[in-house]
């Protein structure tokens, strides 16, 4: 059974309705990801999960439930939504920012030692 390509958005609130919409437009697949079962990019999306952004396991065994094949995940205007984007980019080795990037990105001090060098 071929597997639904899907395009993953890591969190879907306000601030990523645009990309869900736009993403929509391109005729492409969408999974929403959010802890709000409320969030109002969920209504947009073709596939949702509605968990703890933190339950890794459980979402990607979720996917995997849903017979889902991920393109790409990406999360936007969200730090929440990050680590559990770079960790959907590295389990299904997509393209986009890993884990070890977003770690990086998120944490100042990090960054500034990394500059420093």
């Not at 969030?39 to 439930?65: P, T």
């Not at 929440?80 to 393209?95: C, E, V």
Request: aromatic share 6%; net charge positive.
């Amino acid at each position: 059974m071929n597997k639904t390509k899907i395009i993953i958005f890591v969190t879907a609130g306000l601030w990523q309705l645009p990309g869900i919409k736009e993403a929509k437009k391109l005729g492409l697949k969408i999974l929403g990801i959010d802890h709000d079962k409320n969030a109002i990019g969920l209504k947009h999306c073709d596939f949702k999960i509605v968990n703890d952004l933190d339950k890794h396991k459980l979402i990607i065994n979720e996917i995997d439930n849903l017979n889902l094949q991920p393109l790409g995940s990406l999360s936007y205007c969200s730090e929440a939504g990050m680590k559990l984007s770079s960790i959907l980019i590295d389990h299904y080795n997509l393209f986009g920012l890993k884990k070890k990037i977003t770690k990086l990105l998120k944490n100042k001090n990090l960054q500034r030692k990394k500059l420093a060098n």
